[in-house]
């Protein structure tokens, strides 16, 4: 990678409003579209195997997990590594996954392979629901940005458009996914277009407005998480906030640096074969003793914002969690880490919570959580505004809690910075980019 794009002082990549053409307006349009009908295609394909894995119809897909013998899940996970390791060796070795979209937005060179990108995108959603512990929003945030390059291409549109449709497609895909268009808006902007501002703004708002509307053919309207209403915040949760978010921004930056150790120490060569079968065994093991650490992390969110377990269990929770996500992508796994690291987040703040109570009660249980994921997702991602968007809309209960998000995540982002300049985006680019003396990071946002 350029020293361009691995120093500090990375320029914004996006033009100026006035420079999109008509054509690049109706191209972000069919990529909205394109988005859309992805995430439905992968969403389809992630049920379709959870359901010939472990009988899994409705509800949590960790109590299916639970209601089957714990040789058949050790068995499941096992066939889910031995499938992500063969897979991953045949199309490595038919040319890779498909490119990588933020290598090709922050660093402008390359471009993304649409088949490969879907068949690499079908196989980490059947690595996640045999059970691997990545998130399953990466393949159609990839899909929509490789028909969005796709499209720009061969209708022949500026570099500097082809760069914009390029994040706008990746932001729709994750929108229509998980049923958020202003937080996946938010993404295209803060994450990989670095600038917050109304030449962005507008083409990013669209393509995810359009993506979400078009996913609603068959996938759910409803928010991802069901928690009930939470009250104005008090004075216990605000202290708690001002309390937790620089902490949470130091484990942010231990786990960044744990991804980023386990995406530079991935398997190569007949190994890709043998290790996600060790990996994939080892967590059906563990599984069989703790269900919720399987899949994405959606069953282990609800789980904490819930906050009925004991300490003990929420503690092993806790550390389980980012150790198994870790382990998965050290295997050779591709997936997601947004809902893997909001996940992360809740369970701690759910474990916090249980302890701030000891000392100064005074709020539900659910805003412990709801603050310390959402403070945990927006330093992990270098992102504080996704963060903030991302937990209000997955929930859209908690807007009690916003003044304590913000203050926690600000809290968070702002010591995890001090740390570790890398996100969770950054961190893993290091292990198929070269190398530099400069840490790598996202593109700077206007006014940084």
């Known amino acids: 990678m350029t020293a361009d ?39 389809w394909v992630l049920r379709s195997v959870q359901h010939l894995a472990l009988n899994y119809h409705t509800g949590e897909y960790s109590r299916a997990a639970a209601h089957v013998s714990q040789l058949r899940l050790i068995t499941v996970l096992s066939i889910g590594g031995i499938v992500t390791g063969l897979g ?38 059947i690595t996640v629901a045999l059970g691997g512990s990545v ?7 990839r899909s929509g940005a490789a028909a969005a390059d796709r499209l720009a291409r061969y209708f022949k549109l500026t570099s500097a458009e ?23 808006a938010l993404f295209t902007l803060e994450i990989y277009l670095g600038e917050i501002s109304i030449s962005m703004a507008l083409p990013a708002l669209l393509s995810s407005a359009i993506a979400t509307a078009t996913a609603w053919i068959t996938l759910p309207r409803h928010a991802i998480y069901s928690i009930p209403t939470l009250p104005d915040a008090s004075i216990p949760l605000i202290a708690f906030a001002l309390a937790v978010g620089p902490v949470i921004g130091i484990i942010s930056a231990g786990y ?31 599984a069989t003793q703790y269900p919720l650490l399987l899949g994405n992390g959606v069953d282990l969110a ?8 004991g300490i003990f269990t929420l503690l092993a929770l806790t550390v389980l969690k980012p150790l198994a996500t870790a382990l998965c992508f050290r295997s050779g796994a591709t997936g997601g880490l947004f809902t893997p690291t909001l996940s992360f ?9 249980h302890l701030w109570n000891l000392f100064w009660p005074g709020a539900p249980m659910a805003s412990y959580s709801v603050v310390s994921a959402g403070a945990m997702l927006g330093a992990a991602a270098e992102a504080p505004l996704v963060g903030a968007a991302f937990i209000l809309e997955l929930t859209r209960t908690s807007a009690g809690a916003m003044v304590p998000i913000l ?3 600000a809290g968070a982002t702002l010591s995890s910075r001090h740390i570790d300049m890398r996100s969770i985006y950054t961190a893993r680019l290091t292990s198929t980019i070269a190398k530099t003396d400069k840490k790598p990071t996202q593109p700077r946002q206007a006014g940084q």
Not at 345 to 353: Q, S, Y
């Open 5 to 43: 794009f691995l120093g500090e002082e990375q320029a914004n990549v996006s033009p100026r409003l006035t420079d999109l053409s008509i054509r690049f307006w109706i191209l972000l349009i069919a990529t909205g579209i394109a988005a859309g009908l992805g995430a439905i295609v992968m969403m």
């Open 88 to 125: 991953l060796w045949i199309l490595r070795g038919h040319g890779g996954t498909g490119g990588e979209p933020t290598d090709v937005v922050w660093n402008r060179r390359g471009k993304l392979f649409l088949i490969r990108t879907l068949l690499s995108g079908a196989l980490s959603e």
């Open 135 to 141: 998130g399953r929003e990466a393949a159609p945030q």
């Open 162 to 184: 082809r760069r914009v449709l390029i994040a706008c497609g990746a932001g729709a895909g994750l929108s229509a996914v998980y049923n958020v268009p202003l937080a996946g």
């Open 256 to 286: 960044v640096k744990m991804i980023a150790w386990a995406s530079d120490h991935q398997p190569k060569r007949w190994l890709l074969i043998l290790e996600p079968v060790i990996a994939f065994t080892l967590l059906g093991i563990v």
């Open 302 to 309: 609800q789980f904490a914002f819930i906050g009925t377990a």
């Open 345 to 353: 987040g809740a369970i701690l703040g759910t474990l916090l919570g």
């Open 407 to 409: 203050i926690a995540v």
